[in-house]
């Protein structure tokens, strides 16, 4: 999209995938704003500067384009994660910033997919939104994965790969939940432990005064 005195022009009729852009970052501004709630399909709309009915033929409902900005977002994340954890010096420091960045998008998104049940997901969400979110998880599955084998993990990355996201989201979750207050640990001491832990129980090597 171009610029013109420092505003966005209008997005050309016809330009499909722009449109989407518009309402993606349209239920991404209300969603950070006022969270879930304030993901309310008339505003959307009103944010892309299109009728309620145009967003109705992107997204069938709430909960798909929920699903479509989740994954948008992971997207977002993924580009910014990439060259850090390529330049990363061993798995604690690749870990710690994988689980920083996933924090700061868990409260809005991660925590609010939770809460949407299965059933609800199979139900209500279209296909076409949901086989986004898997592709995005696979891409940032994958990113990780070849982080481990990149600092000598000889076993299958399936396992690790699924404990290494249960711990991220679990960390992000504790802290962002009443939780916190029944076990009080600073956040970087939790994630530098977690981190060590998972390194050695993997058999990876740490950079000099790691231990």
């Known amino acids: 999209m171009t610029h013109t005195r420092g505003k966005p022009e209008p997005t050309r009729w016809g330009?499909?995938?722009?449109?989407?852009?518009?309402?993606?970052?349209?239920?991404?501004?209300?969603?950070?704003?006022?969270?879930?709630?304030?993901?309310?399909?008339?505003?959307?709309?009103?944010?892309?500067?299109i009728s309620l009915g145009t967003v109705y033929t992107y997204y069938p409902n709430k909960e798909s384009l929920f699903i479509a900005i989740f994954a948008h977002r992971l997207d977002a994340m993924m580009a910014r994660l990439a060259p850090a954890i390529a330049s990363a010096r061993d798995a604690v420091e690749a870990f710690t910033v994988?689980?920083?960045?996933?924090?700061?998008?868990?409260?809005?998104f991660g925590r609010q997919f939770d809460a949407l049940s299965l059933g609800t997901l199979e139900n209500e969400v279209q296909a076409e939104a949901a086989d986004l979110l898997r592709q995005s998880t696979e891409r940032m599955v994958a990113a990780l994965s070849s982080v481990l084998l990149r600092f000598g993990y000889e076993g299958d990355p399936a396992p690790a790969m699924t404990l290494l996201w249960a711990t991220m989201r679990g960390l992000a979750n504790h802290y962002a939940s009443l939780r916190q207050q029944f076990l009080v640990v600073p956040w970087d001491d939790a994630v530098r432990f977690a981190a060590e832990s998972l390194t050695r129980s993997f058999g990876l090597g740490m950079s000099p005064g790691s231990d």
């Open 98 to 108: 994988t689980v920083n960045m996933y924090r700061e998008d868990y409260q809005i």
């Open 15 to 49: 330009d499909r995938e722009q449109r989407r852009i518009d309402i993606l970052r349209s239920g991404e501004a209300l969603l950070m704003s006022g969270g879930y709630d304030a993901l309310r399909m008339r505003d959307v709309a009103a944010g892309a500067d």
